[in-house]
Every structure is written in C-alpha cells, then in structure tokens.
C-alpha cells in the first residue's frame, strides 16, 4: 500500500515532438534526431532517508517491474555506489504514467530519484554527473535530469536547449506494449533520414520515423492515430504506443477527449519548456 508523504517529487512525462533515426551504430544503438518537450502529466515519488543502507520501494505499480529491474531502485543504488552514500531510503511510487508508452515514464521516474536522492542525501554530484549516469540507466533519462526542453543527437543524450511551442495536447494510449528494442531491431524501420541542422529542423515539417512500422505491426496505433488525425495535426511519441494531437486552446483538447469512443483512453495536458522535476528543485 502506497502511503503519500507530505509532498511529493513529480517525475513528468514528455513527448518526442519529431523523432529522425539518422542510422545505426556498430553496437546496435541508432543515431537519433529528436526534440524533447514535457508535458504537465507526472508520476509523483515521496523519499523517507533513513540512517542504515537498504533501499526499500513501495508503489503501486502491482507486479509489473520486478524491484532489481525497477529504474527508481537500479537508479538509486547506483547513486549509493557512485557517491559512496551509506544512508538508505524508502522510496514511494505513485504510478500514473501508462508504462511502455513512448512517453518516458521509467526513465523519468529514474532520473527524479537521482535529483531527489543527491538533494536528500547530501551527496552533492552536479547535474552533469547525475546525468552521466542517468544515461547508464537509459538514453531518455539525461533529458529529464537537465529539465528543460531540448533538441537531441546522438542516442539522446546530446542536448541543446530548444523552445518549441507549449501546446496543449490530447495524449491517446493504445492498449498495446510496444517494445522499444523490437522497433530498434525490426529490419523494416527505415534508419536513413539525413541528418540536418537544428535550424532547418526546427522550421520543418516534424514526423516520427519509427510511426510507419508501429502502426504497421500494432494496428490498434494506426486506429487511435487515424482517429485523432480527423480533430488536428497529431503524431507517435518515440516507439510507441502513444499518440498525441496538438490544440490551441485547452477546451479543445477536451472537447475532443470527451468524444474518445469507449475503447480509447487518454488524457490531456500542457507542453512544458520547463520540467515540472525543475520547478520543484528551484522551491528548494
Ligand atoms: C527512442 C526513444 C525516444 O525517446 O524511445 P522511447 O523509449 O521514448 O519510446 C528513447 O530514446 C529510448 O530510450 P530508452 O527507453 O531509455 O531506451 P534504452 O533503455 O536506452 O534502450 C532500449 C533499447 O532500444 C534500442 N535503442 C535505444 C535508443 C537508441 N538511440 N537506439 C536504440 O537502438 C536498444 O536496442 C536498446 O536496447
Ligand atoms: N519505474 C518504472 N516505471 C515504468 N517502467 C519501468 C520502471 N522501471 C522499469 N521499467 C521498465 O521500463 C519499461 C519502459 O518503461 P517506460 O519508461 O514507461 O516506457 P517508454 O520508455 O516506452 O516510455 C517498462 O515496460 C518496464 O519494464
């Protein structure tokens, strides 16, 4: 049983506004173009540190994530290793990002613990250590450790601040897992978008290169996608499953949720230069 302390540490999710995959490298891993936005929709972790070492996770994610391959944990030993901490924590998980859904929940749940647990702890690594080993754990969690939205190269880790427009968006979630690694691994994803400069990125027609394929073998992301696409310009957020539509305004988001037909969920929620991790750390 998950019981909330006084307040808690937001782990928000975001979306990949484009997604290029420029090729692949000798160890498997792709050559990626992406911009990164958050949006206003959070897991929320609570930190009780304790004097003796073990690390202990209560959440309610049911059994979903065994806890030696649960990111928060696997996160927060590595920051006891690294920083030599001998203090231990109990760590509580409010889970309400949809898990496997292309919009970060794991990794920013990882990288929230890594920010909370150095404040906390005391054990006062910079950013830029904390996002070194954010990205042992995962290529998306660097991006959450810094907060702010960002055009990425590389496999994601190399970032560049960007200011993309702060939409509102209908967030729709396939009742489909689709496995990041199988995407990566499918021979039919096409791997030859050329790499381009961040100007001509930023004022282009944005896709994702990998929304062809998932639609393709998911056909549950082709109907949720071909549904939001009849109400605004809308797109798959890194492999899957979810898409997202963007709106001026709001009430239009709602208006067009409040029509989801019953087989569909989905939530709405604000882009956000700013993560929410980044306001929380600034009230300190
Ligand atoms: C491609 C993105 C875009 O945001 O997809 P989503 O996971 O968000 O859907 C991410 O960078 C994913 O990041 P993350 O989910 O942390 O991936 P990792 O755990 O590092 O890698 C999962 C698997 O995906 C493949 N992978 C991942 C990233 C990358 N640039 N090239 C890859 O080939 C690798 O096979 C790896 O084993
Ligand atoms: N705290 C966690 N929250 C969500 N997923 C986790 C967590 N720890 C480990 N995982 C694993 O990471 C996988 C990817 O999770 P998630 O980050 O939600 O997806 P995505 O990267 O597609 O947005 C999950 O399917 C799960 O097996």
Redesign the pocket.
């Known amino acids: 049983m998950i019981n909330k302390l006084s307040q808690g540490w937001p782990a928000p999710a975001?979306l990949?506004l484009f997604?290029h995959?420029n090729g692949?490298?000798a160890d498997?891993?792709?050559?990626?173009q992406?911009l990164?936005q958050f949006i206003d929709y959070c897991d929320y972790l609570d930190f009780k540190v304790t004097d003796t070492s073990p690390l202990k996770l209560h959440s309610n994610m049911g059994n979903a994530v065994a806890d030696s391959d649960n990111l928060i944990l696997r996160a927060a030993k590595l920051l006891k290793q690294i920083s030599g901490c001998d203090k231990g924590a109990e760590i509580w998980l409010d889970k309400r990002l949809p898990m496997?859904?292309?919009?970060?929940g794991?990794?920013s749940d990882a990288a929230t613990t890594l920010v909370a647990l150095n404040h906390l702890w005391g054990t006062q690594l910079s950013k830029q250590k904390l996002m070194e080993i954010g990205?042992q754990?995962?290529?998306?969690?660097p991006?959450f450790i810094n907060g702010l939205a960002a055009f990425?190269e590389?496999?994601?880790e190399e970032l560049q601040p960007a200011s993309p427009k702060e939409y509102w968006y209908l967030v729709l979630i396939p009742n489909v897992h689709?496995?990041?690694?199988e995407?990566?691994?499918d021979p039919e994803l096409p791997r030859d978008t050329p790499k381009l400069d961040i100007a001509s990125l930023m004022n282009g027609s944005w896709q994702n290169d990998?929304q062809s394929l998932v639609a393709k073998r998911h056909p549950q992301v082709a109907k949720t996608l071909l549904w939001l696409l009849e109400y605004a310009p809308s797109r798959m957020?890194?492999?899957?499953a979810c898409v997202f539509g963007e709106f001026e305004q709001q009430q239009q988001a709602l208006d067009v949720l409040a029509k989801l037909p019953s087989d569909m969920t989905g939530f709405v929620a604000k882009g956000a230069n700013t993560s929410s991790l980044e306001l929380r750390l600034a009230q300190l």
């Open positions: 975001k990949n997604l995959v692949r490298r498997g891993y792709h050559e990626l992406t990164f496997g859904g292309g919009i970060g794991g990794s990205l754990l995962g290529a998306d969690v991006v990425a590389g496999v994601g689709v496995s990041t690694a995407i990566f691994q990998c957020t890194g492999t899957g």
